[in-house]
């Protein structure tokens, strides 16, 4: 067969082979189109929104490989477009619930949005609000300037709401949206901090009972004065016998006097002057300028307009002023001292009396120096022992010493023997006293034991301050020293002024009645002198009255001073009371005494204060003769 017949079969195979891969390679190509169509339709539909499409990756073939890394990647879309989303979510319910106040705004300051937070501070809705401008919400013409020109810093403003005005605190923060310039302003209603900050300021500065100014706004206005060298002057103001009034009628009739005389001070207080109230009833006026030459004409006026009463609901109550003037002078180094020299101007106008002026002078400066070392001492003497009883005889009618008033001496290392009359108010001015009287009564139980041992049946006589019965157990507190010293209780007396008495209250009535159970006696001392003695005498358990020395010193030749003498001695003996009668100092007063039954006669014509030794010798020696 020739080759040619031969090779013609393969040929056509041949020929059919690469026919048939044609066919084949082009069918692949439209598959590997239709597939790649595929994965660009799920392209677009993820675009589109749909999450769920995914491609066709069950062929491992290249196309398949990159249906697989197509798939993966839309995962990973999907995964950060879900967290955008939850995150914008997230964003957008802190914004709404956020308290603080939030507006969106343009360059030219129009609202584009607003959380419901800024929409209840404007009282308003978003939807309302996005119809402002954010410069049409504040109050003042540079306002939208002023946030502009100090971004990210908060400033306050006066706001629009409701036809009224509030306080309010913005800030503006600049941002891009979208590629756009944005303002964030940030707003909060500050209303009520606002007026708690004027309320603390205002009691910060003023009295809040009577409305003026109080101790801080004074001395910041006296530093003020004293930098710009102004003339200033003080008028320091206390009212006399207040105490008495808050605690008879009680502390609401108190403070609405002192409401009363603050609106008095500022009826005549010259405009510009500062009324101020420092606490309790003390006042103070401050003049500045040429007003301070009117510091004594205003003082004086003060001083007439307080002898008008004061209508407090059903009541006309009466009170004086004590008036102390400085003036501020060369030298004057801070506002309290100034403070400090109207204070001792006010306390020399009341040791004159009350219901007066007095005037600031640098003599009251040394004596309060004075009295400042003198209180030093006595508290040092109190500690070292530098006291002494001193014992004065009381006669009795057989012409005998058989009881003796203990006066506390003080003999101090650097003054010598210290007269009473200069340390008795500082003990008393300072509460020393108390602590004096303690040992005084000690000291004297302790002396009549001593004096009972040597057979002697005297008495002694102890005072007792005002100031002791503001003890909260005052008899308590007597009767545990008797306890430890066991003195003969029934010799111990104790003398009771009428100033004690005058605002007595039920613990001072305790007081008395327990120690008179216990067995001690009780006088009234200074009888006469106050303002109700016979009051007294029928409600308190005294045993006797002890006749003050001024009107003694009138016997016998004063007709006053006999008819009030007589009158004690026979109110007395009508109610079985002894009576002492002290000051006696010439035989005369002696006589006219004991010829009207006065039980007992005290005074230097029988005795001065001497040591109790001195007392024992001149006892024996009366005795002897």
């Given at each position: 067969m020739h080759l040619s017949q031969l090779l013609g079969p393969f040929a056509l195979l041949a020929t059919l082979l690469l026919a048939l891969g044609s066919l084949l390679g082009l069918l692949r190509r439209r598959q590997a189109r239709r597939?790649?169509?595929?994965?660009?339709?799920?392209?677009?539909?993820f675009a589109a929104g749909n999450s769920l499409t995914r491609a066709d990756a069950t062929d491992n073939d290249a196309i398949g490989q990159l249906a697989q890394r197509f798939n993966h990647m839309i995962a990973q879309l999907e995964g950060e477009r879900r967290a955008l989303r939850d995150s914008e979510q997230l964003l957008r319910s802190l914004i709404e619930a956020a308290p603080v106040g939030m507006l969106v705004l343009d360059q030219q300051g129009n609202i584009d949005s607003a959380n419901p937070a800024a929409a209840q501070i404007f009282g308003s809705s978003p939807e309302q609000l996005r119809s402002h401008r954010a410069g049409d919400l504040l109050i003042g013409q540079d306002a939208w300037s002023r946030l502009l020109e100090q971004p990210n810093r908060s400033l306050e403003f006066a706001a629009r709401r409701d036809r009224g005005s509030f306080a309010l605190e913005a800030s503006c923060t600049p941002f891009l949206r979208d590629g756009q310039p944005l303002q964030l302003l940030l707003v909060r209603d500050i209303d009520d901090r606002k007026l708690a900050e004027n309320r603390l300021h205002y009691l910060a500065h003023y009295d809040p009972l009577t409305g003026i100014a109080n101790r801080t706004q004074l001395l910041a206005r006296l530093e003020l004065g004293l930098q710009c060298g102004a003339a200033q002057a003080l008028l320091f103001i206390d009212l006399d016998h207040f105490k008495r009034i808050?605690?008879?009628?009680?502390?609401?009739?108190?403070?609405?006097?002192?409401?009363?005389?603050?609106?008095?001070?500022?009826?005549?207080?010259?405009?510009?002057?500062?009324?101020?109230?420092?606490?309790?009833?003390?006042?103070?006026?401050?003049?500045?300028?040429?007003?301070?030459?009117?510091?004594?004409?205003?003082?004086?006026?003060?001083?007439?307009?307080?002898?008008?009463?004061?209508?407090?609901?059903?009541?006309?109550?009466?009170?004086?002023?004590?008036?102390?003037?400085?003036?501020?002078?060369?030298?004057?180094?801070?506002?309290?001292?100034?403070?400090?020299?109207?204070?001792?101007?006010?306390?020399?106008?009341?040791?004159?009396?009350?219901?007066?002026?007095?005037?600031?002078?640098?003599?009251?400066?040394?004596?309060?120096?004075?009295?400042?070392?003198?209180?030093?001492?006595?508290?040092?003497?109190?500690?070292?022992?530098?006291f002494e009883l001193y014992y004065q005889p009381q006669i009795d009618r057989d012409g005998q010493a058989h009881t003796f008033e203990a006066l506390l001496r003080w003999h101090s290392p650097s003054r010598g023997l210290v007269n009473s009359a200069l340390f008795m108010p500082v003990l008393e001015e300072t509460g020393l006293i108390i602590e004096a009287t303690r040992w005084v009564f000690r000291q004297a139980c302790r002396q009549l034991r001593h004096w009972q041992d040597e057979g002697r049946d005297w008495n002694i006589a102890v005072n007792l301050s005002p100031l002791d019965f503001r003890q909260g157990d005052l008899a308590g507190t007597l009767l545990a020293i008797i306890a430890e010293e066991q003195p003969p209780v029934q010799r111990l007396e104790l003398e009771i002024t009428e100033t004690t008495l005058l605002d007595a209250d039920q613990q001072i009535i305790d007081s008395l009645l327990a120690l008179k159970r216990a067995g001690l006696t009780l006088f009234l001392d200074d009888f006469g002198t106050g303002y109700a003695s016979l009051t007294y005498l029928q409600h308190f358990p005294f045993d006797g009255v002890?006749?003050?020395?001024?009107?003694?010193?009138?016997?016998?030749?004063?007709?006053?001073?006999?008819?009030?003498?007589?009158?004690?001695?026979?109110?007395?003996?009508?109610?079985?009371?002894?009576?002492?009668?002290?000051?006696?100092?010439?035989?005369?007063?002696?006589?006219?005494?004991?010829?009207?039954?006065?039980?007992?006669?005290?005074?230097?014509?029988?005795?001065?204060?001497?040591?109790?030794?001195?007392?024992?010798?001149?006892?024996?020696?009366?005795?002897?003769?």
């Open positions: 597939r790649l169509a595929a994965l660009g339709a799920v392209a677009d539909a808050n605690d008879t009628l009680g502390h609401d009739i108190g403070d609405l006097l002192l409401r009363g005389v603050a609106e008095r001070l500022r009826k005549h207080a010259p405009p510009g002057a500062l009324l101020a109230r420092l606490g309790g009833d003390e006042f103070i006026v401050l003049l500045s300028g040429g007003q301070v030459e009117q510091a004594d004409s205003l003082a004086e006026q003060l001083l007439q307009s307080f002898r008008l009463p004061f209508h407090v609901r059903q009541y006309e109550l009466f009170t004086s002023p004590s008036i102390g003037i400085t003036r501020q002078q060369g030298g004057h180094t801070s506002a309290t001292q100034l403070l400090k020299e109207a204070d001792l101007a006010l306390y020399h106008a009341k040791s004159r009396g009350r219901n007066r002026l007095a005037h600031f002078d640098h003599q009251l400066a040394d004596d309060a120096e004075q009295r400042r070392r003198l209180e030093e001492e006595l508290r040092a003497a109190l500690l070292r022992h530098e002890k006749i003050d020395r001024q009107f003694v010193a009138g016997l016998p030749d004063s007709r006053e001073s006999v008819a009030l003498v007589r009158g004690i001695l026979v109110i007395a003996e009508q109610l079985g009371m002894q009576v002492v009668a002290e000051g006696v100092a010439n035989q005369r007063q002696a006589d006219f005494l004991r010829a009207h039954h006065c039980q007992r006669l005290q005074g230097y014509l029988f005795g001065r204060p001497q040591s109790a030794s001195a007392c024992s010798r001149l006892q024996a020696c009366a005795e002897c003769t």
